[in-house]
């Protein structure tokens, strides 16, 4: 699994994309393969520019694909956040391949897009980043700039988030007007700046949150040529000279006399007139003969000197001072250079160079040097990350799933969801003029390749097979009938008979009504006991397994033991790695009682069935999911901490903590999957949500290949 970094901004103006520059040209010098992602596109701030290219996405990321930003405040105002970070997930798993090292860059927050610490959070927990802060002080104290950072660090579950690793400080020293877009004049530059008192921030002691980078300002990092700043003003260019290499590193508006210009004539100055003003003009082109390199001339207001005036500046010229002429007047001039954000063009390789050597000097060589060593940490699943994986292995199974609930708004909306995302192909049971009916007050569009099947015109062609089945339990023809005018039962012998692959039920009837005609008809699998369950419990940042929470309600230790076996099969077949933990009232021996020495004497029995997972108990829950309790309460556990998959000893705890956790968390779950049947069928909670079933409907059909 390649280390996956997500530099995310603190504020704007921090000089992300350099830093991120700066990570990977010392990641590339390490022999490290490095790839560059960004999750979302994001414009260049350079508003008036309309064909100015900065190093975004374009240039970083070769070979990935991003989304656009408005793409994504098109979904999130039609509340479909889950549908974009699903869409990042695959285009991250498109690009992921062959790197050791994964850069991740963030949005920036701009007053347009002031939630980007939100979609940033949630991007890096979907992809499982670990997250690096790029902060700059500005004119904050040390002390003002700690706190700061660490109220940002709360946005992303705070400093004591194991997944937040550290920041990066850019832009040390940096005087305030270059946030504003405008080049500080190089008097104000502090000459004295004092690096180790950065070194020393007492945020970096004693925690998992590291000093990664001490980036200082210098102003030949951020000097832009006078091209780009002709592109950004899209400005007439009276005189090219060479503005294709000339930088400027401070700005000046003159509308003063000549007398007091002359201490503002400075190289690298670009220097800011009206038109008309011929006396300026031809100071500024004295003080370049003079050998003053100058970083150029605009003049404003669209006024143009005469062309004496030109003949008298020819020298100049010639010597290559760029002239550029814009329609505004100075003070509309001056807000735009204002809003100019100094971002590196794609084509300025000489900058480029610059700044990612750098910023690679100034990273800390000991973080740089873990990125060498292979990355050991488990694989967690992001609920984006499995969301993704449902629906990708779902679309290659193409399976049809039978529901025999048809009538159910949901279960309608659902299946329409599924068919137009090519999840899995569905039939609904139900009176058909009913389910039409129900789509259009509903406003539902209903696909072509929906089925609709009437259960009245179907059912006599089931009851033979259903005699021939149950004839040893004595069902009769008149008893078979009856008993296939409820769907669920007519669903279950469509699977038994192979005219669908999966059924899903349960979002009206109850549990026992979706699984007993199956446990009649279709029984269990041959290398199975017996019957059990799994709920996916989509927390923020993972993917959990609790088993058995629906069916069994009193499992001894030999069925507790295949229950565990069971849960950790299906966890690893959607991805998630099993760390079992058998849960308990008591952790290890510190408790007595038949119900501990059940769950002790099922952890034995499954290890021995199944040595090849991992596997203890008991565990309670907070030691089992807790890192800091695990190391207090089960220092030795290989599961305590860690845990993915959650047995619990009893239905009444399972589905007792399924629900709760479900419900205080405000989480998805996804289940109960039944386990152990010879055909997938699975049960829904009668107060599924509509994503609920659809992502049912795809478990389903992808244990149909299994």
């Known amino acids: ?103 991740i ?57 194991r997944h937040l690793i550290g920041c990066v400080i850019n832009k040390l020293n940096c005087p305030d007007q270059e946030e ?68 400027f590193r401070s700005v000046a508006f003159c509308a003063r006399t000549v007398s007091n210009l002359v201490s503002y ?36 207001n669209g006024f143009e000197p005469s062309e004496q ?60 040097e873990s990125l060498t060593s292979k990355n050991n940490s488990y694989n967690l699943l992001s609920p984006p990350a499995f969301r993704h994986k449902l629906t990708e292995l779902a679309r290659q199974a193409n399976k049809l799933i039978v529901l025999p609930e048809g009538t159910d708004i949901r279960t309608i909306k659902a299946a329409a ?21 129900i789509a259009e007050h509903q406003g539902i569009n209903l696909p072509d390749n929906l089925l609709i099947t009437d259960p009245d015109s179907i059912r006599d062609n089931y009851v033979g097979p259903m005699v021939e089945l149950r004839k040893n339990k004595g069902l009769t023809d008149v008893i078979a009938l009856e008993n296939l005018k409820d769907n669920v039962v007519l669903a279950t012998m469509m699977l038994q008979l192979g005219q669908v692959d999966g059924l899903v039920s349960g979002a009206v009837n109850t549990t026992a009504n979706t699984i007993r005609p199956a446990l009649q008809l279709i029984k269990t699998a041959p290398d199975s006991s017996l019957v059990s369950s799994v709920f996916f419990m989509l927390l923020p940042d993972q993917v959990l397994v609790y088993g058995d929470c629906a069916i069994n309600p009193e499992p001894n230790a030999e069925q507790l033991a295949d229950i565990a076996i069971q849960s950790a099969d299906s966890a690893r077949a959607f991805d998630i790695e099993p760390r079992v933990a058998m849960i308990s009232y008591s952790t290890g021996r510190s408790g007595h009682g038949a119900d501990v020495e059940k769950v002790a004497k099922a952890t034995e029995i499954a290890k021995a069935k199944r040595p090849d997972l991992i596997i203890d108990g008991p565990l309670q829950y907070d030691a089992a999911i807790m ?53 997938p069928v699975n049960d829904l909670s009668r107060g599924a949500l509509v994503d609920d079933i659809v992502y049912t409907i795809a478990l389903t059909a992808i244990q149909a290949t299994m």
């Open 1 to 103: 699994m390649p280390h996956r970094i997500m530099l995310i901004p603190v504020g704007s103006g921090v000089g992300l994309t350099s830093v991120s520059l700066g990570l990977l040209h010392a990641c590339q010098q390490k022999g490290i393969k490095v790839g560059h992602f960004k999750p979302i596109s994001q414009p260049s701030r350079n508003s008036l520019a309309k064909k100015n290219k900065t190093i975004d996405a374009i240039s970083l990321s070769q070979n990935s694909t991003s989304v656009s930003l408005s793409y994504v405040e098109g979904k999130m105002g039609d509340g479909l956040h889950d549908v974009v970070l699903e869409e990042i997930v695959a285009n991250f798993n498109a690009f992921k391949e062959d790197h050791d090292v994964i850069i």
């Open 105 to 161: 860059e963030g949005l920036v927050p701009t007053p347009r897009q002031p939630y980007a610490g939100r979609i940033n959070r949630d991007v890096a927990q979907a992809l499982g980043a670990n997250i690096v802060l790029v902060a700059s002080p500005g004119n904050d104290s040390a002390e003002e700039f700690e706190d700061r950072l660490e109220v940002s660090a709360e946005t992303y579950g705070g400093i004591k988030n």
């Open 180 to 247: 504003f877009g405008l080049l500080p004049k190089e008097e104000e530059i502090e000459n004295d700046f004092n690096l180790n008192h950065w070194l020393d921030l007492s945020i970096f002691k004693g925690r998992h949150f590291d000093l990664l980078g001490t980036v200082q300002w210098e102003i030949d990092l951020i000097a832009p040529r006078v091209c780009d700043i002709s592109n950004y003003l899209e400005a007439k260019v009276i005189n090219n000279g060479d503005m294709e290499h000339r930088r």
């Open 265 to 300: 004539l400075v190289p690298g100055r670009l220097i800011v007139t009206p038109g008309d003003r011929t006396d300026i003009i031809i100071a500024a082109c004295l003080s370049a003969l003079n050998g003053t390199k100058l970083g150029g001339l605009i003049l404003t």
């Open 309 to 368: 005036v030109w003949e008298l500046c020819k020298q100049a010229l010639d010597a290559g001072l760029p002239v550029l002429s814009v329609p505004w007047d100075t003070w509309q001039t001056s807000r735009h250079i204002m809003g100019f954000n100094p971002e590196i063009p794609k084509d300025d390789i000489q900058r480029q160079d610059k700044v990612k050597q750098h910023v690679a000097d100034n990273l800390s060589s000991s973080w740089l």
């Open 417 to 437: 969801i599924c068919c137009e995302r090519n999840i899995a192909r569905c039939q609904l049971i139900g009176n058909k003029e009913e389910i039409l009916q």
């Open 627 to 679: 890192e800091n309790v695990a190391k207090k309460k089960a220092p030795n556990s290989p599961v305590a901490g860690k845990a993915t998959v959650f047995i619990f000893p009893d239905l009444n705890t399972g589905n007792t903590t399924y629900k709760a956790v479900q419900r205080s968390a405000d989480l998805v779950s996804i289940g109960p999957m039944l386990q152990g049947m010879n055909k």
